[in-house]
T-cell receptor
Framework: AQSVTQLDSQVPVFEEAPVELRCNYS??????LFWYVQYPNQGLQLLLK??????LVKGINGFEAEFNKSQTSFHLRKPSVHISDTAEYFC???????????FGKGTLLTVNP | DTGVSQDPRHKITKRGQNVTFRCDPI?????LYWYRQTLGQGPEFLTY????????KSRLLSDRFSAERPKGSFSTLEIQRTEQGDSAMYLC??????????FGEGSRLTVL
């Protein structure tokens, strides 16, 4: 079984500031890791994924994440945020090819002018 | 247009009534998933299909819940005798060959 801990439930930042959203996972098997974004009253949109290969993964909208196996982390970063990045962000993990995802509770990113 | 369509987008019902949600996936994707998301929480896995076969069900899926995927195309999720605790967003997703779940916009259920 897998589990995901998103360490911050809310992250307020100012526009153009850098941001890091933290995610730690636990799993007894090799994992695939994902970050999704959710805007109000909408479904989830994939930001980026780690399946294998390079541990630094680049996604859409200028986001990137680094897979750290020794620290069991997959933190999401963006060097300069925009007002439009305000949304809920979810980290997710799956340990098998069935792609049954386990999600964290989410981090609400609020970008202020 | 996400490619995965869900209907209705929002359903308000009274406790005890039955409701049904429909998901139309991307046609060539043979795996289909249902998740439930309650307020302030991440989505939780409910069940998934490989073509028409329901391969796994979560313990969250009580006897009042049933999901089907006839002919391996669209899927329905029915909730019988709804309770207020069933109020949530019900999300459908399919898997791309590149290994990512692609979600629909969701169906929000409000049980009064």
């Amino acid at each position: 079984a897998q589990s995901v801990t998103q360490l911050d439930s809310q992250v307020p930042v100012f526009e153009e500031a850098p941001v890091e959203l933290r995610c730690n996972y636990s799993s007894s098997v090799s994992v695939y890791l994902f970050w999704y974004v959710q805007y109000p009253n909408q479904g989830l949109q994939l930001l980026l994924k780690y399946l294998s290969g390079s541990t630094l993964v680049k996604g859409i909208n200028g986001f990137e994440a680094e897979f750290n196996k020794s620290q069991t982390s997959f933190h999401l970063r963006k060097p300069s945020v925009h007002i439009s990045d305000t949304a809920e962000y979810f980290c997710a993990v799956t340990g098998g090819s069935n792609y049954k995802l386990t999600f964290g509770k989410g981090t609400l990113l609020t970008v202020n002018p | 247009d996400t490619g995965v369509s869900q209907d209705p987008r929002h359903k308000i019902t009274k406790r005890g009534q039955n409701v049904t949600f429909r998901c139309d996936p991307i046609s060539e994707h043979n795996r289909l998933y249902w998740y439930r998301q309650t307020l302030g929480q991440g989505p939780e896995f409910l069940t998934y299909f490989q073509n028409e076969a329901q391969l796994e069900k979560s313990r969250l899926l009580s006897d009042r819940f049933s999901a089907e995927r006839p002919k391996g195309s669209f899927s329905t999720l029915e909730i019988q005798r709804t309770e207020q605790g069933d109020s949530a967003m019900y999300l459908c997703a399919t898997v791309f060959p590149t290994g990512e779940l692609f979600f629909g916009e969701g169906s929000r259920l409000t049980v009064l």
